[in-house]
């Protein structure tokens, strides 16, 4: 899969995040868009992923052979991770695992129990998340957005809530699971994205 951004602007009032961006992101590609807290990333993310609308340009999604992708099936092909998706607290992680899977395929159904397991969640399968502290919330996000079958990974703040020890994990998840898809990062942070790209989109360079 292929992704187009042309021309893309979008503007709250008389306050414009950004400006005429134009980039392409080819398959199996990663690419960070950077940029202060309040630059516009978060609302990018959501434009790409179809929940916003620019204000002007357009977003093409193409399949391998050229063929258009309808905005409506735009969620067939994307996992996202990010601070404002939120897990349903009165579920167990094995009940968002189950339903999860019937809208996302698994890679593998062992490969998901295998990284519930180095994310030292094995224990936690069948507590609702509620019981949860912020960084296992963060973790099982993690494991639903990249071990599930997607071609555009979007990844907003993947670090929040994790502690050292989380973000080593993190590091070698995403070297396992960030491969055959398109990843984006939108982040301030180079330590969520710099071991994995050094293509980047700086929001800022965008505002009028």
């Given at each position: 899969m292929e992704i187009q951004l042309t021309n893309l602007s979008k503007k709250f009032v008389s306050n414009t995040l950004?400006?005429?961006l134009n980039a392409c992101f080819e398959p199996n590609s990663v690419h960070a868009i950077i940029g202060p807290n309040g630059s516009g990333k978060s609302t990018l993310l959501k434009i790409i992923a179809g929940v916003l609308a620019p204000t002007k340009g357009k977003i093409i999604f193409k399949k391998d052979d050229g063929a258009i992708i309808p905005k409506d099936n735009y969620f067939q092909n994307i996992?996202?991770?990010a601070p404002y998706l939120e897990l349903i607290e009165e579920l167990t992680l094995i009940?968002?695992?189950h339903f999860h899977q019937k809208f996302k395929v698994p890679y593998d159904d062992q490969e998901v129990l295998e990284e519930i397991k180095n994310a030292k969640l094995s224990n936690s399968l069948n507590k609702p998340i509620s019981e949860f502290s912020?960084?296992?919330k963060q973790r099982a996000k993690l494991i639903l957005a990249t071990c599930y079958q997607s071609e555009l990974l979007l990844l907003d703040e993947p670090t929040s809530h994790l502690d050292k020890e989380g973000k080593e994990w993190y590091n070698q998840l995403l070297i396992r699971k960030i491969n055959n898809r398109i990843t984006l990062f939108f982040s301030n942070d180079e330590e969520e994205f710099?071991?994995?790209t050094n293509k980047l989109i700086n929001i800022e360079s965008l505002k009028v």
């Open positions: 950004f400006k005429d996992s996202i991770c009940e968002h695992i912020s960084g296992m710099s071991i994995f």
